[in-house]
């Protein structure tokens, strides 16, 4: 299939790029940084009318740029306003729209969290944002019969992606011998999932499109590792001297993820392979190669 990749030149796009190529298909960035508006309409319909498929990933993902009310602000527009130009458009044209949301929609769950039975409950804006797109799709689905498919990403790590993330953060730290910082005591759990797998697990509803059509699925691995883990971990694993140390914890901050992965493993024959230790092994090279 041809497919468009909103966000293509993002650090997940451009790795989901790599992956549509490498199984046969024929990928096409949507990118800012070329230029590529998403609420440009008219560049955005000739783009979206002339593909087979859409992978909506463009988005404010950085939460730090969300935690004032003029961040907030921008990065709601984008999220639900960019998601509805881009259903819409999908909508129209009667293209298979593939949403990349996110599990932090589920925010704090008492219990195990699944795709059809747990009700969301986002703790902060970026989640809300997220979740508000997801029902964006989901209406234009119920009234418009959009072809649609809902990814909730586990926050991936590894190779490509954000260095501003926790775990890329940590090794830097580790590695400079300075302070690994954590927010909070550091019991915070959380699903990290390494890119690879989250990269595998985005694109295989395309094997599966009519099980995929309408439906919801957790990419994520199902190993919970609180951050004070991460952090020790990291510590043994560059052998760094480096003390841990605990700062003020961030409000609004999600402290348990527990995401079930039993429906992707039914319906699409996926689970996550790459433990956590493993992954961190995987990732340590590159960010030597890229952070020093």
Same mark, same amino acid.
């Given at each position: 299939m041809k497919i468009l990749v909103t966000g293509g030149k993002?650090?997940?796009?451009?790795?989901?790029?790599?992956?549509?190529?490498?199984?046969?298909?024929?990928?096409?960035s949507y990118d800012l940084v070329d230029g590529q508006d998403i609420f440009d309409l008219a560049q955005l319909e000739a783009a979206v009318e002339s593909v087979d498929a859409v992978y909506h990933l463009a988005a404010e993902a950085n939460l730090?740029?969300?935690?004032?009310?003029?961040?907030?602000?921008?990065?709601?527009?984008?999220?639900?306003?960019? !998601?509805?130009?881009?259903a819409?458009?999908?909508?129209?044209? &009667?293209?298979?729209?593939?949403?990349?949301?996110? =599990?932090?929609? $589920?925010?704090?769950?008492?219990?195990?969290?699944?795709?059809? !039975?747990?009700?969301?409950?986002?703790?902060?804006?970026?989640? &809300?944002?997220?979740?508000?797109?997801?029902?964006? =799709?989901?209406? $234009?689905g119920k009234s418009l019969a959009l072809p649609y498919t809902i990814i909730r990403m586990a926050t991936p790590y590894g190779r490509g992606t954000r260095l501003a993330?926790?775990?890329?953060?940590?090794?830097?730290?580790?590695?400079?011998?300075?302070a690994i910082t954590i927010h909070g005591d550091g019991t915070q759990e959380r699903t990290?999932?390494?890119?690879?797998?989250?990269?595998?697990?985005?694109?295989?509803?395309?094997?599966?499109?009519?099980e995929s059509l309408g439906q919801i699925f957790n990419i994520s691995t199902a190993e919970r590792t609180s951050v004070k883990q991460m952090a020790e971990q990291i510590k043994a694993l560059t052998g760094s001297q480096s003390p841990i140390v605990f700062?003020?914890?961030?409000?609004?901050?999600?402290?348990?993820?527990?995401?079930d992965t039993a429906k992707s493993k039914k319906m699409l024959g996926w689970e996550a392979k790459v433990s956590f230790k493993?992954?961190?092994?995987?990732?340590?090279?590159?960010?030597?190669?890229?952070?020093f």
């Open positions: 993002g650090a997940i796009g451009g790795r989901l790029m790599e992956a549509l190529s490498e199984l046969g298909h024929e990928p096409v730090n740029c969300m935690r004032d009310v003029e961040g907030a602000h921008r990065g709601a527009v984008l999220n639900v306003g960019g !998601t509805e130009r881009v819409y458009l999908c909508a129209k044209y &009667a293209k298979w729209l593939l949403y990349v949301s996110t =599990v932090c929609v $589920y925010g704090d769950t008492p219990d195990i969290a699944r795709e059809d !039975t747990t009700l969301p409950n986002p703790s902060e804006i970026y989640a &809300a944002s997220k979740y508000a797109g997801e029902w964006i =799709v989901v209406g $234009y993330m926790a775990v890329h953060v940590f090794f830097i730290q580790a590695l400079k011998g300075e990290m999932t390494h890119i690879d797998d989250v990269i595998e697990g985005t694109v295989a509803p395309l094997a599966h499109k009519s700062g003020s914890k961030r409000p609004h901050d999600t402290m348990k993820e527990d995401i493993e992954g961190l092994a995987k990732t340590l090279p590159w960010i030597k190669q890229i952070a």
